[in-house]
């Protein structure tokens, strides 16, 4: 274990990204919803504007919870070919599963900022934060849209990784920080004392308290 909760995780992130202090250039974007409370400490101690960026796992069959590939927004998808092979999962199904988590992703874009499209990033130094990486599915949709969309440079930064997935997300970010990736990862809960669901109020809550008028 090394968290208490996203909330130590973000304050032990802070010098990682010391050097973006007050940038007028950048802006941190944490991943709903766990991934806002540990950037919402990032953004307070370096002075920084947050906002969110939403993107979505794709679930198997049967057990949604593992995930074998992500969306983000523009629908653009991210599939695991040989888990794809391996559940046996149909195109319609994939196609299906698409649709449906695009709207949930709207929706969150509706509920959180009140408008169903991403913060503009293009031009921009972008920290994209979550409060943990194991399959790394919503992570690297997440830095692949952020490409498409125009992001000047990218910065990743999470509390804890699966090893195996750092060489794919060092491959879609110009920069990788991360506080520690373990040899044995079960899950990213496993490293926090305290790791409950964050709620949509939080979420609203935290972005409240970095919003610049």
């Known amino acids: 274990m090394f968290f208490e909760d ?60 593992l995930a074998v590939g992500s969306v983000d927004s523009d629908g653009n998808l991210l599939l695991d070919e040989n888990a794809a092979i391996l559940y046996e999962i149909s195109d319609r199904y994939i196609r299906e599963e698409v649709e449906s988590q695009v709207e ?20 921009k130094t972008v920290i994209v934060i979550d409060d943990g990486v194991a399959t790394g599915f919503t992570m690297l949709a997440a830095l692949q849209s952020l490409r498409n969309r125009g992001a000047e440079k990218i910065i990743c930064v999470v509390p804890v990784s699966s090893p195996r997935v750092m060489n794919s997300l060092s491959e879609k970010a110009d920069d990788v920080e991360c506080f520690s990736t373990p040899s044995y ?10 790791f409950g669901q964050v709620s949509d109020n939080e979420v609203i809550d935290c972005l409240k308290q970095t919003r610049r008028v």
């Open 6 to 65: 996203r909330k130590d995780a973000g304050q032990r992130l802070v010098s990682m990204v010391e050097r973006f202090r007050g940038s007028a250039d950048t802006v941190l974007l944490g991943l709903p919803r766990g991934g806002v409370v540990v950037a919402l400490e990032i953004a307070l101690a370096l002075d920084l504007p947050m906002d969110i960026w939403v993107t979505r796992k794709i679930g198997a069959p049967l057990n949604p919870e």
């Open 104 to 123: 949930e992703i709207r929706r969150r874009y509706l509920l959180y900022r009140g408008t169903e499209e991403p913060p503009d990033v293009k031009g």
């Open 185 to 194: 990862f079960g899950s990213v809960g496993e490293f926090y004392r305290n």
